[in-house]
């Protein structure tokens, strides 16, 4: 059975940092394409960051700079490292495991962990 769970969320006043973890079991991330997605109330769900098996990375324009994506192969845990937190970075933070191959696709989500950034 595959999990992934996230933590690490809670409230923070703006300019703050925090960091998610993502805790995946069930399978080896070190061949998946893994990210953080986020969704605000009334907002549909967007990707915050990405990183590939290759450990190439991506970002949303609006977190460029201040969010990093990496992760433990070793630990089988993603992070994301968020800094300089803003209001509109308040959402459900969800992490994401993808894998493609030649027949079959793979697509595993967490439940999600809550960041609320205060003005």
């Known amino acids: 059975q595959v999990q992934l769970v996230e933590s690490g969320g809670g409230l923070v006043q703006a300019g703050g940092s925090l960091r998610l973890s993502c805790a995946v079991s069930?399978?080896?991330?070190?061949?998946?394409?893994m990210s953080w997605y986020r969704q605000a109330p009334g907002k549909q769900r967007e990707l915050v960051a990405g990183?590939?098996?290759?450990?190439?990375?991506n970002y949303a324009d609006s977190v460029k700079g201040r969010f990093t994506i990496s992760r433990d192969n070793a630990k089988n845990i993603v992070y994301l490292e968020m800094n300089s937190l803003k209001p509109e970075d308040t959402a459900v933070y969800y992490c994401?495991?993808?894998?493609?191959?030649?027949?079959?696709?793979?697509?595993?989500w967490g439940q999600g962990t809550q960041v609320t950034v205060s003005s």
């Open positions: 990183i590939s098996s290759g450990a190439n990375t």
């Open positions: 069930g399978i080896t991330i070190s061949i998946y394409d």
């Open positions: 994401n495991a993808k894998r493609r191959t030649s027949n079959l696709r793979y697509d595993y």
